[in-house]
């Protein structure tokens, strides 16, 4: 009895030993990210590796990957590799040495500050980041027009919205409804009012705005009318969504058109998504029913020259945007150009609706033309030249800018490395001899199922491909707007396919609920046509 006594005391003496040894293995790390310049704090995301290289991922802070399921972000994503420091928190870290990285949203360079615990149990540092371009200063404030959360806690979806749109540099994000028959239960983005967001902001210093992803599948997650955000709600538009293919219930009897006049004729903007995802997108554009554009905003449907360039080369004006759709999987912002320091979401999407905007998960642009900036219309009363600059800057290395005309790359400019970021830039004239649009990107990424998109571009710090594009600048020539009649024969053709694969596949409870959808596209098709016809008029008539 005397020997097992003995051996169970040795064992936690030995326990109580290897735990104190473990103890005095770690350190209480304050960490503190801070503006260069300025001293201010900052948040921001932090990236912390032992000295055998392998990541660290301090308890008390978010993942930055939290709330992704591991086909959107496997456990070895970049994104899995950073954490989200609020300005300052104090963190039990290993003793030994540690290597940290920071930055904070896309203005900041990446720091880098190598630090050694051994033997320490308190310690604190200050990262300073030096910001290499000022948004705000140009009058620019960002946002992200599409997002939605699931299967997470209230209080985990508070901490979520307060801590993540900050540490990623965001000015205003709209957080909005959504139905699935059954999937709606774990939607929790589902639960927060006006008054909530409302709160949210100011905990976050971030604008949260409301809205509803308005949508239309034939299955479940199949193509149908399509999805569009109606930002900026007073109230819910009745459905919110559509058919049997989502709800399991009723008919497909209800065009989108209805919900987006009802929702903007109470003030709310129409933003069309998934790229060119949708039967309804074509006819609800030609008839000025959508105010802007989302591309990148979840899945992957086409690209800037599917979803942008063919109503641009018919003359008519499309605002780009985007969003991230299921959390902020990304960067994906659209920074629009504001009047005022304090921004609202009308004042913010009266600006996008205008077109002042740029697109991007990285590369920051700016484009004139003869001093006019996005959305600007140049005016020439005959051919002429016209002067172009563009810029972009970023902290990864984007390859190249390229500057398009009526979609077409007319002038490319590479990057060059510029004390801690990346720089492309380039002045040069052009000839306009007949109407057209301008705009400034960095390459595309890759499209699955395009052929003429598979080269790759650049990664971001969170593993996705680098992008950005600009709204559009405008020339006119003799006041006349650019058009491509051949784009336009496609797109009215595509209405007209549109109109016969909703006679084949629409479940309709009678022949009213059929001609009601179908109005739609007989609209599109009428407005199309007399904007052809005064389109291909001689100048003057």
């Known amino acids: 009895m005397r020997i097992v006594t003995l051996l169970v005391c040795g064992l936690f003496a030995a326990f109580a030993l290897f735990a104190g040894s473990a103890d005095s293995e770690r350190c209480k790390l304050s960490v503190m990210l801070v503006d260069a310049e300025s001293g201010i704090p900052l948040s921001g995301l932090l990236q912390i590796e032992t000295a055998d290289g392998k990541p660290f991922m301090p308890t008390e802070l978010l993942s930055r990957g939290f709330g992704l399921d591991a086909t959107e972000a496997p456990e070895d994503a970049p994104i899995r590799q950073w954490s989200v420091l609020p300005k300052k928190a104090t963190l039990d870290v290993p003793q030994g040495a540690l290597v940290l990285r920071a930055f904070s949203g896309l203005e900041t360079q990446l720091s880098q500050v190598n630090v050694d615990l051994t033997g320490k149990t308190r310690h604190e540092i200050s990262i300073r980041l030096k910001r290499f371009y000022h948004a705000h200063a140009r009058g620019y404030r960002s946002g992200n027009t599409h997002l939605h959360l699931k299967k997470i806690t209230r209080a985990q979806a508070d901490r979520y919205l307060v801590e993540i749109p900050q540490a990623d540099g965001l000015d205003v994000l709209f957080l909005s409804y959504l ?6 239960k774990d939607y929790i983005s589902n639960s927060y009012t006006r008054a909530d967001l409302d709160a949210l902001s100011d905990r976050a210093g971030v604008v949260l705005g409301n809205g509803e992803e308005h949508r239309h599948n034939f299955t479940g997650q199949g193509e149908g009318y399509g999805h569009v955000m109606l930002l900026n709600l007073k109230e819910l538009v009745q459905p919110v969504s559509i058919g049997p293919g989502i709800m399991q219930t009723g008919t497909d009897g209800i065009p989108l058109q209805r919900g987006i006049d009802t929702a903007r004729q109470a ?3 129409a933003v069309w998504c998934h790229n060119n995802w949708g039967e309804e997108r074509t006819p609800n554009w030609v008839t000025g029913k959508i105010d802007v554009q989302n ?17 641009l080369n018919v003359g008519f004006r499309v605002p780009f945007s985007t969003g991230t759709d299921w959390f902020l999987y990304d960067f994906s912002r659209v920074y629009v150009a504001v009047r005022s320091a304090l921004v609202s979401p009308e004042a913010w999407l009266q600006g996008l609706a205008r077109g002042r905007s740029f697109i991007t998960n990285g590369p920051l642009l700016e484009f004139q033309i003869n001093g006019r900036t996005l959305a600007g219309t140049v005016q020439l009363p005959a051919a002429g030249t016209v002067e172009i600059t563009a810029r ?21 400019a590479t990057t060059q490395a510029a004390d801690g970021h990346f720089v492309a830039e380039t002045q040069f004239a052009v000839k306009v001899s007949s109407p057209c649009w301008f705009a400034l990107r960095t390459p595309p990424p890759p499209v699955k199922d395009d052929p003429t998109l598979q080269a790759p571009v650049p990664l971001n710090e969170l593993g996705r491909p680098l992008y950005a594009h600009t709204s559009p600048i405008y020339a006119h020539v003799a006041g006349r707007a650019a058009y491509d009649p051949a784009t336009a024969q496609r797109l009215l053709a595509k209405m007209e396919q549109s109109s016969q694969k909703i006679r084949e596949t629409g479940q309709f409870a009678d022949e009213a609920e059929r001609a009601r959808v179908l109005e739609v ?17 001689p100048a003057g008539k």
């Open 179 to 184: 139905e699935r028959a059954g999937a709606d």
């Open 392 to 412: 972009g800057i970023g902290r990864i290395d984007f390859s190249r800018i390229e500057v398009i005309q009526n979609g077409n790359v007319i002038r490319t």
């Open 295 to 311: 591309i990148f905003d979840g899945g992957e449907h086409g690209s800037y020259k599917d979803s942008f360039y063919p109503i």
């Open 521 to 537: 596209y007989a609209e599109g098709i009428a407005a199309l046509r007399k904007h052809m016809q005064e389109m291909s008029q």
């Open 267 to 269: 003030g709310a903007t």
